[in-house]
Structure formats: structure tokens, C-alpha cells
């Protein structure tokens, strides 16, 4: 595609419940990344996969939080038992090579 | 512990006039560093960047400044335009390949006042 994809663009949960983002990156684009933004603040890295292997899931805040790429495109960040703490906008970017492509980002609103 | 830190939350400049943003970092094993330029309901989008051998690096209205010695960093947009108006994040990483994550300061709101 023309870009990185990201969908829903909004999401409200209530607290407790489970939660599926989904990225499309660009076609043919090795490294997926994603990022999370809480209010006011600038995005922090959750995790990184190089084609279909996860090399780095430094960042994820907790073993409530699962990222995947099965097929080495198409990437799902779960959530389980959502948090309030969890509300932030998650964002995904693709690169191949050096230099992001990011989408525009799940607002996740956990209520 | 912040890494990246970019301490004016917001900026106001006069359409035409230089538009100003610091950054500093406290991690010496930083050595690439990039602006990007967020939209409200968009994702941010790649200004420039400056590898650790220059100290300076210029793309247009865009010029970005690095000083190791006092790891700090600026970027100078001149002249600034309306549609400058965005949040301008400093991000840094160790080293340039594929694959390593950016480290982002928390933003600056730039307004530019026609």
C-alpha cells in the first residue's frame, strides 16, 4: 500500500476487556515497529519484528501486552484485560532500511 | 529516567521569523538523531536528521544543529509558516540500521502566527 495502515482509528474498551490493534505496513517493508503515545508525552517504543520474527519486545510494559506477525506483514498488538493506564494512541511504522513510515495511530480509550 | 528531552512544551513565532527547537539527551551511546513533525490525528512524519559526525545539517527551511560536547541539539526552521504550525518531537537512536528503535523527547507545539 501507499502507507502504513492502521486500524480501528478509535477504540473504547471498558476496562477489563480485550483488545486486537492491527498495522498494515508498507508492502515489502522488512521492520515493523510499534510505538505508544500518552497524552502530552512523545512515543515510546513498545516493540520491534524484522519480518516475521519479534527480535526486541524490550518495551512492552507488561505480559498483558502481545505483538504479532505471523506471515511477516500484517502485525496484531493485544491487550488483555485492559488497563486505564492503557488509554494512549499506539502507532505503528514500517521501514525498509533506515527511516520510519509511521500510520496514524489507534486511540485506545479505556473506560 | 528520560532520555530525550525536549523542555519548551510550546512554542509561538511570528509568520516569517525563525522558529527555534532544543533538545537534549543524556545517553552517549546516541549517535543518530531525527526531528519529526506530527499533525493533530496523524502519525509524525520525518523532518531530518543528523548523524553524530556532522554538527550541522540543512534541507531547506530546515537546518539541524548538534553539539556532542553538550549533547545537545536545535532545529531552525526559517522562514516559519503557517502550516509549520504541528508538535515537533527530537527522537535519537544508537546507531542507524534497520531495526533500532528511536528514543523520543516529549514534544514542542509550535504556533505560527500569520
Known amino acids: 500500500g501507499a502507507g502504513v495502515s492502521q486500524s480501528p482509528r478509535y477504540k473504547v474498551a471498558k476496562r477489563g476487556q480485550d483488545v486486537a490493534l492491527r498495522c498494515d505496513p508498507i508492502?515489502?517493508?522488512?521492520?515493523l515497529f510499534w510505538y505508544q503515545q500518552a497524552l502530552g508525552q512523545g512515543p515510546e517504543f513498545l516493540t520491534y519484528?524484522?519480518?516475521?520474527?519479534?527480535?526486541?519486545k524490550s518495551g512492552l510494559p507488561s505480559d498483558r501486552f502481545f505483538a504479532e506477525r505471523p506471515e511477516g506483514s500484517v502485525s496484531t498488538l493485544k491487550i488483555q484485560r485492559t488497563q486505564q493506564e492503557d488509554s494512549a494512541v499506539y502507532l505503528c511504522?514500517?521501514?525498509?532500511?533506515?527511516?520510519?513510515?509511521f500510520g496514524s495511530g489507534t486511540r485506545l480509550t479505556v473506560v | 529516567d528520560q532520555q530525550v528531552k525536549q523542555n519548551s512544551p510550546s512554542l509561538s513565532v511570528q509568520e516569517g521569523r525563525i522558529s527555534i527547537l532544543n533538545c537534549d539527551y543524556t545517553n552517549s551511546m546516541f549517535d543518530y538523531f531525527l526531528w519529526y513533525k506530527k499533525y493533530p490525528a496523524e502519525g509524525p512524519t520525518f523532518l531530518i536528521s543528523i548523524s553524530s559526525i556532522k554538527d550541522k545539517n540543512e534541507d531547506g527551511r530546515f537546518t539541524v544543529f548538534l553539539n556532542k560536547s553538550a549533547k545537545h541539539l536545535s532545529l531552525h526552521i526559517v522562514p516559519s509558516q503557517p502550516g509549520d504550525s504541528a508538535v515537533y518531537f527530537c527522537?535519537?537512536?544508537?546507531?542507524?540500521?534497520?531495526?533500532?528503535?528511536?528514543?523520543f523527547g516529549g514534544g514542542t507545539r509550535v504556533l505560527v502566527k500569520p
Open positions: 508492502s515489502g517493508h522488512v521492520s
Open positions: 511504522a514500517s521501514s525498509q532500511g533506515y527511516g520510519y513510515t
Open positions: 527522537a535519537a537512536s544508537e546507531g542507524k540500521a534497520a531495526g533500532n528503535k528511536l528514543t
Open positions: 519484528f524484522q519480518n516475521e520474527a519479534q527480535l526486541d
